[in-house]
């Protein structure tokens, strides 16, 4: 799941595609964005958010990530 300055740093994603481009078993991968629409869910058991007041991906988060992870040799 990609969530905004938590699982997007460009570093991090730079790193999961050097590890994914060494597995041979991945036939794709799907970047996941984060949303907060659950978020009632919680509020109504009471229960803190533990993502509150994290935004959700954009479609140019997502599109950033892909081009990072894009040049991936087996995907």
Do not use: C
């Not at 996941?32 to 991906?57: C, I, M």
Request: net charge negative; charged share 35%; glycine share 2%.
């Amino acid at each position: 799941m990609l969530v905004p300055n938590f699982t997007d740093d460009e570093q991090d994603l730079i790193q999961l595609k050097e590890f994914l481009s060494k597995l041979n078993n991945v036939e794709k991968i799907e970047i996941l964005p984060y949303h907060d629409l659950g978020k009632f869910k919680w509020e109504n058991l009471n229960q803190t958010y533990p993502l509150d007041g994290v935004r959700s991906a954009t479609t140019e988060d997502v599109e950033r990530a892909k081009k990072i992870l894009r040049n991936l040799k087996r995907l």
